[in-house]
């Protein structure tokens, strides 16, 4: 049977939602952070070499990345809407904005948080002058690309109900995890009217629900 190692505050919540999604059958082996460095256990580090979550065994199977295992689970119910299927009217778009979450947004989310602990981290007695090279980098880089994909964002469920057309899809899964964690992290408050309407719409999935429930508390990191 497919096992969800499932890393607390971590992205492998998608997997759990997928999973309720198709109402399929799994196990659950929760691993809780180190409560010092918010870092995995040594016990999941162990599953695969590069450690990341989240991760996924079946069988002998041992598969971490976020869209490898959403292909591999949907390549067990092919005939799911939850990915279009090819030459379908909204496939491009969901091919789009499943591998933007991973590929442009998250990346981004994950700077965020790294510039903020950049200035939290360190002695006080050097923090301001860390702050200040750290701003200016935000200034240059960081907070233009946000910009842009945030509007992006903005922009796409001004015109639709979910990213990839008016049916839920996987994309929005994927989607799903990075929109709590701006919600949080950068800014994406209600200057954002359709993006906090599709978070409301995502919480209010019967299968999301369930996943929270099994999940626990679930605070994305802010800092």
């Known amino acids: 049977m497919l096992t969800v190692h499932h890393l607390e505050n971590s992205q492998s919540i998608r997997i759990l939602w997928l999973l309720e999604e198709l109402k399929l059958d799994y196990k659950l082996e929760h691993y809780q952070r180190n409560k010092e460095t918010s870092l995995a256990p040594s016990e999941f580090k162990k599953l695969h070499l590069v450690g990341t979550s989240p991760c996924i065994t079946d069988g002998e199977l041992v598969l971490p990345e976020t869209n490898a295992i959403v292909d591999y689970i949907l390549d067990q119910v092919s005939d799911s809407p939850l990915r279009p299927q090819p030459n379908s009217e909204n496939r491009q778009s969901y091919l789009y904005w499943l591998h933007a979450a991973q590929g442009s947004f998250m990346p981004l989310l994950l700077d965020a948080l790294i510039f903020k602990r950049m200035v939290s981290k360190v002695p006080a007695i050097i923090r301001p002058i860390i702050k200040f090279v750290v701003n200016k980098v935000e200034q240059a880089y960081l907070k233009p690309r946000l910009h842009k994909m945030l509007t992006h ?71």
């Not at 922009?155 to 109900?161: A, D, R, V």
């Not at 993006?195 to 999301?208: K, V, Y």
């Open 153 to 223: 964002i903005e922009n796409t469920l001004s015109q639709q109900t979910w990213f990839s057309g008016d049916n839920f899809t996987a994309a929005d899964i994927v989607m799903g995890y990075c929109m709590d964690v701006a919600a949080v992290r950068v800014g994406m408050d209600e200057r954002y009217p359709n993006a906090q309407a599709f978070l409301q719409r995502m919480r209010q999935r019967p299968a999301f629900k369930r996943a929270m429930e099994k999940n626990g508390d679930f605070v994305p990191f802010s800092e």
